[in-house]
């Protein structure tokens, strides 16, 4: 059973920084892919970045050159740094990974821009 755990998150004011981490029950290197979704309220949950078993990463408009995403494979753990946050990226944050065309994903956790 693959389980992923988050950690991170909080309150932070707008331009400030926050990093998310998501340790995986299992070793990263099995997964095709890795990376965060986001979901603000009422709306629809959209990926934020991603990253590749090749460590090729992609990113949503809204958050390149602000957010990164990077692994630590010994560690089995990806990270979103977030830097020069808006009070538009408030949302709930989901760790999600991909192997054999299955989804799994974290438990999810709060991240509010907020002055």
């Known amino acids: 059973q693959v389980q992923l755990v988050q950690s991170g998150g909080g309150l932070v004011q707008p331009g400030g920084s926050l990093r998310l981490s998501c340790v995986a029950s299992v070793n990263i290197v099995s997964f095709q892919k890795m990376g965060w979704y986001r979901q603000a309220p009422g709306k629809q949950r959209d990926l934020v970045a991603l990253i590749t078993e090749n460590g090729a990463t992609g990113y949503a408009d809204s958050v390149k050159g602000r957010f990164t995403i990077s692994r630590d494979k010994a560690q089995n753990t990806i990270y979103l740094q977030m830097d020069t946050l808006k009070p538009e990226d408030t949302a709930v944050y989901y760790c999600?990974?991909?192997?054999?065309?299955?989804?799994?994903w974290g438990q999810g956790t709060q991240v509010t821009v907020s002055s």
């Open positions: 999600n990974a991909v192997i054999s065309a299955a989804y799994y």
